[in-house]
């Protein structure tokens, strides 16, 4: 069987490894850009190690760990320190450690006393009965309350999708969250009743784990280890056809031929090559919106920092009224990224509760700036920084709105339909790197599945 892969980041490149290792299949790859990674890509400068785009994943969760693994790349995985279970929000202008056990939930000035005894009533609040597709403030409101939903909701939101939890569907965007409630009565309900996952080193979220050398050193050696794969950069699939003898996929180099194409492209990149195959599978692409962010990734002397940074990095609720949605520690997140007397810091930008896109509007220098004057006096900065290098995403994360869950049974239904293609990827369920491994390994075992039935019929 030989299958068309369109897109070369993290999903397409696993779909390629994972189904590269299934007899009786041929894999080929097509990338528009003169690299792979997509998203990811890694910054080496000056001893400086800057992620562009996802810091790491969580291993706590299995598919990206598994990946490098398969790939006989396991050995090369880097943890973070133990320094980054610590996160912080920033509330009255100050950066509040976010409590992890009940008793510093009692001392924290995170939420007010009010806000605390709100947010304990969060057993009594009755189950949802309707089928509504809440926002996650919505449902955050409902269940924590005001403060809650706008101090300890709204930023960890922000700081996953770049998203704005006034518009994010909680069921689409936060699937295990919804359940807490559908199936155990509520958030403290399921976190008492759920089976408990065995708790890593940072906590029962797992450990951030990134790759040495940067996560696009981790793209560079696992492409090393697609050796059978047909890897085609700098071209672009234009179009995807159907015929009776399969799929035909007009590229920016000519045309080729597959039994089963997987689309790990963009939703508003696949929406253009996937018009000729189905304007409705196209529709919905196209209707998936995006969240922009600008990353600045800033190192200075050591001496020059107050803050010892010890921790993951600080996240800003919308009412604090800054300019920035956080900054992240990574020289305390993995020490190995900076020179020796330096630290690091990685400010991002933008996300969808950028009214109107002001912010992006602005040049690049003028938002490394801004990146700069926003964490100056909170961390205590004392000189500019010795180094700089940022990246600019226009359409960073897919933002799922309420509907999404509507968009994501009707790609299936109409895939389904249509036979041999299949959408992976961000672009569905789940934007976390571990979301994207998990999918393609769904795809590979779809598609295996398919072969095998097919060797029954012959
Ligand atoms: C700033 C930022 C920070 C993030 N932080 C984290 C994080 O810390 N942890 C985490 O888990 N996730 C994070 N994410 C999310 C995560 O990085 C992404 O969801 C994931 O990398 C998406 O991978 P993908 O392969 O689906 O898509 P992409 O990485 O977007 O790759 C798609 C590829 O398809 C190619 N393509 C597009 N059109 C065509 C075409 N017509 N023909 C051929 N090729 C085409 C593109 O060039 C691209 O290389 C972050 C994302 C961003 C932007």
Redesign the pocket.
Known sequence: MKVGI????????SAAFWLSRVEGVSVTL????ER?????GTATENGFTI????????DSKPHTVQLFQDAGLGDRLLRSNDAARKRFIMRYGRIIRVPEKAGAFFKTDLVTLKGKIRLMGELFVPQKKDEKDETVQEFAIRRLGQEAADFMIAPMVSGVF?GDAAKLSLKSAFPVICELESKYGGLFKGMLKKPKKKSGPAGPGGA?TSYIGGLMQGINDLEEKCSGVEIIKG????EVHKGENGFRLV?SQGEYYFDSVVS???AY??A??LKTLDKELADIMDSIPYSP?F?AGLGFNEEDVENDLDGFGYLIPKLENKKILGALFTSSIFPSRRPKDKKLVRV?MGGDTDQGRSLMSKSDEELVDIAFNEIKDTLGIKAKPVHHKH?R?DK???QYYPGHSEKVKSVEEICGRIGGIYV????LCG??????TRRSLEITESITRSLEKQGQAS
């Open positions: 369109i897109g070369g980041g993290i999903a397409g490149l097509f990338e528009k850009d792979l990674g997509g998203c990811i992620e562009a785009g996802p810091n790491g994943f969580l770049a951030l071209c672009a699939v234009n590229t790990a492209a963009p990149e696949a253009k090559f962010a990353v991002i990246f995403w960073a994360i897919p992976g990827g961000n672009v934007i976390a790197l571990n979301d994207c």
